[in-house]
């Protein structure tokens, strides 16, 4: 779809452009393979001297369409889809990455992405360095080794809600010969386009506002195309020196821009298998039809509820990037002018405790797993999603151990603010 046009529209009619006779809505292709009239044919795909679809963990019609449409949100060169945001970050990294490298993350990620970092992948062979994100520069400066590969941030980070300055850490990261990765999926492209402040990959998960409506688990990578590979090819190998399980080809020389999202499709996709189904990715792309009507109601919704519980002397503080005098309100204006996500963070006074009584009140909002959809949801951090952390790390990460996340729906403001009220009151 030309990039000319606007995001609105893209969320509707990109990805799946029908011909004559073709279905106008985009079908689910379910089937595992696809059937060639030639042995030639069928060769040609598996060297990777043509494309083609043969088998679905590879490449499937409905998945391509969807990973599309996301790429032509982010204004990328070529995406692919996964069966996770965790499965997304991971092969983000692995893509580039082997025994003895080094990664530069955010210390305020996810917890789940953190454990990945700092725990399985270290089994792995690659080290991770946790870093303030609000350092200077010349601190960050210092977490940098020769064997760093990249550095990885969220826009908005879950759930501390911290901002990345992009264009501070694309500075760093290229000035070190490495790519930004930035996981855009509280922010989505509705709110901000990482590639326009110097990121050079983005990830999602799908799971959140893309989907919308807590259907299906699944996850995206895009890339920039605008990391050159090649200027710093001793760095990455994987790339730029030849691929013997595919007959000696060098990606780069191959596939040009397109090289970064060709490996990690046909040869870490070829080999973990983390895939979308068809079946999800066709509801997920439901789900992107309308990210560009929900996102702002999302944000409207947030920054009223976040406004009642600046108010409330029962509120010890409120952490949401889209209201005046927050610690980000500054870096949001910057990055993300028309909205940032519907997610806030609160604490009350009553500390711990008090939080576990609150939500246990909540009538309207639902204590769940889950974040960023339709409909308004709350959880404990500090209980559920960073449980693996000690109160130390949950420092380092943002999040307070009585922090409330708070996910605002897309329902009433006013039902939803009074949901909270009587869970505070009564």
Not at 262 to 276: C, E, V
Not at 364 to 384: E, F, G, K, Q, Y
Request: glycine residues 8%; contains cysteine.
């Amino acid at each position: 779809m030309d990039k000319k046009r606007s995001l609105d529209t893209i969320c509707i009619q990109g990805g799946w452009q029908p011909k004559n006779g073709e279905p106008r809505v985009l079908p689910v292709y379910q089937s595992t393979t696809f059937k060639y009239e030639t042995s030639e044919q069928m060769g040609r795909l598996f060297d990777l001297e043509e494309d083609g679809y043969f088998y679905t963990r590879l490449a499937n019609p409905t998945n391509d369409a969807v990973a599309k449409k996301i790429c032509d949100l982010e204004g990328g060169i070529a995406a692919m889809l996964t069966s996770s945001g965790q499965a997304a970050n991971f092969y983000a990294v692995f893509n580039i990455c082997s025994a003895g490298d080094h990664v530069i993350s955010a210390a305020t990620i996810y917890g789940g992405t953190s454990n990945l970092f700092t725990v399985t992948m270290k089994k792995m062979g690659i080290d991770v360095t946790l870093v303030d994100p609000d350092a200077p520069e010349e601190e960050l400066e210092k977490a940098f080794r020769p064997n760093t590969k990249a550095v990885f941030g969220e826009t908005i980070a879950n759930p501390a809600l911290v901002v990345l300055d992009i264009e501070k850490f694309a500075r760093l990261a290229h000035k070190h010969g490495v790519p930004l990765i930035v996981d855009n999926t509280f922010a989505t492209p509705i709110n901000c386009r990482p590639f326009e402040w110097g990121a050079d990959i983005v990830t999602h998960s799908t799971t959140k506002y893309m989907d919308g409506h807590a259907m299906c688990v699944g996850g995206c990578i895009v890339d920039s195309g605008n990391f050159d590979w090649e200027a710093h090819k001793e760095k990455f190998p994987g790339l730029t020196t030849p691929d013997e399980s595919y007959h000696g080809i060098i990606y780069t020389q191959r596939f040009g821009k397109a090289a970064y999202i060709t490996k990690a499709t046909a040869q870490i996709m070829r080999d973990l298998g983390s895939i979308q189904s068809p079946q999800n990715a066709f509801l997920l792309n439901i789900g992107l039809e309308t990210l560009h009507l929900r996102m702002p109601r999302h944000c409207e919704n947030a920054l009223k509820v976040a406004s009642f519980l600046q108010n409330r002397e029962d509120v010890a503080w409120v952490n949401y990037p889209g209201l005046k005098g927050d610690k980000y309100y500054d870096l949001a204006q910057k990055y993300m002018p028309t909205g940032t996500c519907g997610v806030i963070s609160f604490g009350l006074k009553g500390g711990r405790k008090a939080a576990e009584v609150f939500m246990d009140k909540l009538k309207l909002a639902a204590i769940v797993t889950h974040v960023a959809d339709a409909r308004t949801s709350v959880l404990h951090p500090a209980s559920h999603t960073h449980r693996q952390l000690n109160d130390e790390q949950l420092k380092e990460a943002g999040v307070d151990p009585a922090m409330i996340r708070f996910s605002v729906g897309i329902e009433n403001a006013d039902d939803i603010i009074e949901d909270i009220r009587q869970a505070l009151e009564d």
